[in-house]
Antibody
Framework: QVQLVESGGGVVHPGGSLRLSCTTSEFTFSIYGMHWLRQAPGKGLEWVAFVRYDSSAKYYTESVKGRFTISRDNSKNTMYLQMNTLRVEDTAVYYC???????????WGRGTLVTVSS | QSVLTQPPSVSAAPGQKVTISCSGSSSNIGNNYVSWYRQLPGTAPKLLIYDNDKRPSGIPDRFSGSKSGTSATLGITGLQTGDEADYYCGTWDSSLTAVVFGGGTKLTVL
């Protein structure tokens, strides 16, 4: 069964950094685009970033450009999100998701909570 | 303020049909495929519809999707209490070069 498992969340002070990981299994990771999305407490879904299957293209939502970096290691079937200069408004559950094509998400992880607080 | 507009809430009785609208513009819905997701409380979203009107394996035909111009609609027939959840539409926005979502619609099955 296709599985995505996020890890690396936690509590961090404003201005701090965290690195999220998305470990995958039971599908050919290297041929799929992958995304990070997030959901602030009590709020709706927000797309964060995308990395193409071969890392040749990366896209970010405006609010994280210059602060977050998405990457992947196809040899480890794992995707990452390096988050720097974190802000209180980055507090959310972060999900990784698999994308077959056309910008939709067919498999989601359970999420990892990131809390940015002083 | 979400790029796509959904009604905050809809409700209907068990067994009835409900539709959820999703309105956008030519830079998103008008020229890109729409997908729909259901999120039960405390769980990750689940894909219901992709490419405007296609259902993934395992999604019953009670769920349907359609698109016309810059709007899309999710239909759910034979409502069950288990359908109570938040529903989101999403698509690519060519101007923003970003995936955008609606603000979500809370479905209540009375």
């Amino acid at each position: 069964q296709v599985q995505l498992v996020e890890s690396g969340g936690g509590v961090v002070h404003p201005g701090g950094s965290l690195r999220l990981s998305c470990t995958t299994s039971e599908f050919t990771f290297s041929i799929y685009g992958m995304h990070w999305l997030r959901q602030a407490p009590g709020k709706g879904l927000e797309w964060v970033a995308f990395v193409r299957y071969d890392s040749s293209a990366k896209y970010y939502t405006e609010s994280v450009k210059g602060r977050f970096t998405i990457s992947r290691d196809n040899s480890k079937n794992t995707m990452y999100l390096q988050m720097n200069t974190l802000r209180v408004e980055d507090t959310a559950v972060y999900y990784c998701a698999k994308s077959p094509s056309n910008w939709y998400f067919d498999v989601w992880g359970r999420g990892t909570l990131v809390t940015v607080s002083s | 303020q979400s790029v796509l507009t959904q009604p905050p809430s809809v409700s209907a009785a068990p067994g009835q049909k409900v539709t959820i609208s999703c309105s956008g513009s030519s830079s998103n819905i008008g020229n890109n495929y729409v997908s729909w997701y259901r999120q039960l409380p405390g769980t990750a979203p689940k894909l219901l519809i992709y490419d405007n009107d296609k259902r993934p394996s395992g999604i019953p035909d009670r769920f349907s999707g359609s698109k016309s111009g810059t709007s899309a609609t999710l239909g759910i027939t034979g409502l069950q209490t288990g359908d109570e959840a938040d529903y989101y539409c999403g698509t690519w926005d060519s101007s923003l070069t970003a995936v955008v979502f609606g603000g979500g619609t809370k479905l209540t099955v009375l």
